[in-house]
């Protein structure tokens, strides 16, 4: 930490605190997300070696920069770019309602984004408006892969359904399914474009069950007609709904365009190998109809006066870095995505 001045705090996960701070000899601002290993033998947690391998592998404009990894005392440090807002934070503002444009520049960057991990074989796993942040000069970009896994379509793997925030939470995943595709990300995605059009949550469900009952009286009730083998989900008997006929977007969102609801239904559709890949999303005539997307300049940026909560009190002691990392790197050479 000594060649980082920190300078505030900008929030704290589920595995580490993230403080806002400098470079002393360079000045540049960024952010450090400390990590504490609880015990020093097990080395780095799964999730955080995820992160790191993640960004250390891909380089895109729409994707967080991983810029240095070093200990620090009882933990370690990742320092990032310095991204001082999120989408979430730029929907909420009531002060600047979003236009149309500026929502479908925020879209193709997300879509841009998603498509790159996608081409690079990565689910995120956890899209969601707090992890899309937006730089100084109103540029989305995704952050936060704690929960990313490689994937291949060669090979069938199982993973873990406890993925996603739940508001953004594909129904496969609902219905606990253990193996699925990076179309978890493509119905996050569909529910972040129906935030922004409606300036809040589509399915702001309260449990996970009450989550799944929240899509399912928006969309309907779903079958083996569309979607095939949704009774052999594990969860599937064990959950119960009455019957539900979809609720058409238009009554949803009565302010959407309808070329913006065809896109959204193109998203949001319950059988994950018929919703549309990034890249098709992209190709999508709603971002080729006026309002076109709007430029870079014309986008909102975070707002400089925002006062961060309390920078968090340093480590004061110092671990060997060698000694820390050296399960790390073990494990990061056999790490199973």
């Not at 430029?295 to 961060?308: G, I, N, T, V, Y």
Request: glycine residues 6%; contains cysteine.
């Amino acid at each position: 930490m000594e060649a980082y001045t920190v300078t505030g705090r900008i929030g704290e996960g589920a595995h580490g605190v993230v403080v806002k701070a400098k470079h002393i000899l360079t000045g540049r601002p960024v952010a450090l997300k400390k990590i504490p290993l609880r015990r020093l033998d097990q080395g780095m947690p799964a999730t955080a070696l995820r992160e790191i391998k993640a960004l250390q592998q891909i380089q895109s404009e729409y994707v967080v920069q991983l810029l240095d990894v070093f200990a620090d005392g009882t933990g370690f440090v990742l320092a990032f770019e310095l991204m001082p807002g999120d989408l979430g934070e730029m929907i909420r503002d009531a002060t600047r309602p979003l236009t149309e444009a500026q929502a479908k520049t925020y879209m193709v960057m997300l879509i841009k984004g998603v498509a790159f991990l996608h081409q690079n074989n990565i689910m995120h796993r956890d899209l969601k408006p707090a992890n899309l942040l937006i730089n100084e000069y109103g540029r989305l970009k995704i952050a936060d892969f704690g929960l990313c896994r490689i994937f291949s379509k060669k090979r069938k793997r199982l993973y873990s359904h406890q993925v996603a925030t739940r508001w953004y939470r594909a129904p496969e995943l609902l219905y606990g399914a253990r193996q699925y595709t990076e179309g978890v990300d493509i119905w996050a995605a569909g529910c972040i474009f129906g935030e922004l059009i409606n300036k809040s949550p589509i399915f702001p469900g309260d449990s996970d069950i009450n989550q799944l009952f929240v899509v399912l009286q928006v969309l309907g009730t779903p079958s083996e007609a569309n979607w095939p083998g949704l009774s052999q989900l594990p969860d599937y008997k064990k959950i119960t709904f009455p019957e539900a006929k979809p609720v058409p977007l238009e009554k949803v969102l009565p302010d959407a365009s309808s070329v913006a609801l065809d896109l959204l239904k193109r998203l949001l559709v319950y059988h994950a190998a018929h919703r549309l890949s990034a890249q098709r999303a992209l190709q999508h005539e709603y971002f080729w109809t006026a309002p076109l997307p709007a430029p870079l300049s014309e986008m909102p940026r975070p707002h400089p006066d925002k006062l961060p909560p309390p920078a968090s009190r340093e480590y004061p002691t110092h671990l060997d870095w060698h000694a820390m990392m050296r399960p790390a790197h073990q494990l990061l050479a056999t790490l199973q995505p």
